[in-house]
T-cell receptor, first 110, second 116 residues
Framework: LAKTTQPISMDSYEGQEVNITCSHN???????ITWYQQFPSQGPRFIIQ?????VTNEVASLFIPADRKSSTLSLPRVSLSDTAVYYC???????????WGAGTKLIIKP | KAGVTQTPRYLIKTRGQQVTLSCSPI?????VSWYQQTPGQGLQFLFE???????NKGNFPGRFSGRQFSNSRSEMNVSTLELGDSALYLC???????????????FGPGTRLTVT
């Protein structure tokens, strides 16, 4: 069973690029990595997903190195509204398990 | 397209009672997962249903149960409530199921359960 580890909290400033890294040992070749964003009193919201190299969409990029022991969510030019908790998730293909990280509380300052 | 809906949004129960929460997934989604979220424990997976069958279960006591109907709507039940069951219960729906590769969950707003 994979285990995910992420920093408990991070601070940054408006306009900066923020990188949040999640460590996940024992993941298999076909296991997907997904990141979600959660605001207070709301359910998590999908941000981005991938299983190798780099994926980019309109809000974020996801970098996964060749050894796949970690992944990095990159948020370009953050704003105050990006203050939220960010979760990484490993979808274990072999046993249909979803392994959630404990979440990283990101605080953006003006 | 309507999102995931959960009812009720807020609930207050006393210890020993039982409670049933309801979740209506996005139209066409066949997978429904339930999560418990508390400040100290983060997101804890309860169970997943796909086409009326429970595919996965988290590490929760048997007091927590669920079911899924033929229209994909799902209910979860907690019997003999304890103070520690106070939490936000989230439901998520998806087209595919865990382990199917690309898997995106859409979460509802949650039901805030308070046990007194």
């Amino acid at each position: 069973l994979a285990k995910t580890t992420q920093p408990i909290s991070m601070d940054s400033y408006e306009g900066q690029e923020v990188n949040i890294t999640c460590s996940h040992n024992n993941i298999a070749t076909n296991d997907y990595i997904t990141w979600y964003q959660q605001f207070p009193s709301q359910g998590p919201r999908f941000i981005i997903q991938g299983y190798k190299t780099k994926v980019t969409n309109e809000v974020a990029s996801l970098f996964i190195p060749a050894d796949r022991k970690s992944s990095t969510l990159s948020l370009p030019r953050v704003s105050l509204s990006d203050t939220a908790v960010y979760y990484c998730l490993v979808d274990e293909d072999s046993n249909y398990q979803l392994i959630w990280g404990a979440g990283t509380k990101l605080i953006i300052k003006p | 397209k309507a999102g995931v809906t959960q009812t009720p949004r807020y609930l207050i129960k006393t210890r020993g009672q039982q409670v049933t929460l309801s979740c209506s997934p996005i139209s066409g989604h066949r997978s429904v997962s339930w999560y418990q979220q508390t400040p100290g424990q983060g997101l804890q997976f309860l169970f997943e249903y796909f086409s009326e069958t429970q595919r996965n279960k988290g590490n929760f006591p048997g007091r927590f149960s669920g079911r899924q109907f033929s229209n994909s709507r799902s209910e979860m039940n907690v019997s003999t409530l304890e103070l520690g069951d106070s939490a936000l219960y989230l439901c998520a729906s998806s087209l595919a199921t865990a382990g199917a590769g690309s898997y995106e969950q859409y979460f509802g707003p949650g039901t805030r359960l308070t046990v007194t």
